[in-house]
């Protein structure tokens, strides 16, 4: 009897044993089991910067010609003769921009004048009407005195979008007009006159 008895004991132990054994293992078998995820993917950011592109009569320069009669070399004039050339000035980049003329420009026998405006425009804003004159830049054709001479040149003079406001948006278009005229009071033969213009835009 006292065989029996200690054999069931030590099997007892063994069996309490590999119950602690199993229950250990299910506790394990619970924390490393499956999980739930979710996952969001952000839009990937390309960064480009804007473009500032001014263009005249489609072109970038330098020596950009006049449209017209008024060619880069103009010969032959005699007193009261007039010559014109348009130039269509546009923003053709991405950003706004403010746009200016500087002119400079030579006549020793003081026998020129030329008369620039605004003729026509395109885009979001324009004047009522036309022609669009600028301080200092004449105010007509068929006189003398109508005209700016020359020599009279004009630095970062603002060419604006419509009156008050000089932004100039993508896509806006200016058409412009040059006349020059050898002054009828011009006694000097074969004189001679250069005129520059220059348009600037900035950001």
């Not at 020129?112 to 669009?132: D, L, N």
């Given at each position: 009897?006292?065989?029996?008895?200690?054999?069931?004991?030590?099997?007892?132990?063994?069996?309490?044993?590999?119950?602690?054994?199993?229950?250990?293992?299910?506790?394990?078998?619970?924390?490393?089991?499956?999980?739930?995820?979710?996952?969001?993917?952000?839009?990937?950011?390309?960064?480009?910067?804007?473009?500032?592109?001014?263009?005249?009569?489609?072109?970038?320069?330098?020596?950009?010609?006049?449209?017209?009669?008024?060619?880069?070399?103009?010969?032959?004039?005699?007193?009261?003769?007039?010559?014109?050339?348009?130039?269509?000035?546009?923003?053709?980049?991405?950003?706004?921009?403010?746009a200016s003329l500087t002119t400079t420009g030579t006549?020793?026998?003081?026998?020129?004048?030329?008369?620039?405006?605004?003729?026509?425009?395109?885009?979001?804003?324009?004047?009522?009407?036309?022609?669009?004159?600028?301080?200092?830049?004449?105010?007509?054709?068929?006189?003398?005195?109508?005209?700016?001479?020359?020599?009279?040149?004009?630095?970062?003079?603002?060419?604006?979008?419509?009156?008050?406001?000089?932004?100039?948006?993508?896509?806006?278009?200016?058409?412009?007009?040059?006349?020059?005229?050898?002054?009828?009071?011009?006694?000097?033969?074969?004189?001679?006159?250069?005129?520059?213009?220059?348009?600037n835009a900035t950001q």
């Open positions: 009897m006292k065989a029996t008895a200690i054999l069931t004991t030590k099997l007892g132990r063994v069996l309490l044993s590999a119950l602690a054994v199993g229950a250990v293992a299910s506790v394990g078998v619970m924390t490393t089991g499956a999980t739930f995820t979710d996952q969001v993917t952000m839009a990937t950011v390309s960064v480009t910067g804007g473009s500032l592109d001014l263009k005249a009569n489609a072109g970038d320069g330098p020596n950009q010609a006049w449209a017209g009669t008024l060619a880069a070399a103009v010969t032959g004039m005699k007193p009261g003769d007039e010559q014109s050339g348009t130039v269509q000035v546009t923003n053709s980049g991405t950003l706004p921009f403010t006549d020793a026998s003081a026998c020129y004048v030329s008369y620039f405006r605004e003729t026509s425009a395109t885009g979001a804003t324009k004047a009522a009407t036309f022609p669009v004159n600028f301080t200092g830049m004449g105010t007509a054709i068929g006189a003398d005195g109508t005209g700016a001479a020359f020599t009279a040149g004009v630095t970062a003079l603002a060419l604006p979008d419509n009156g008050a406001d000089l932004i100039w948006e993508t896509d806006d278009v200016k058409n412009y007009t040059l006349t020059v005229r050898m002054k009828t009071s011009c006694a000097t033969n074969a004189a001679a006159g250069t005129l520059n213009y220059t348009i």
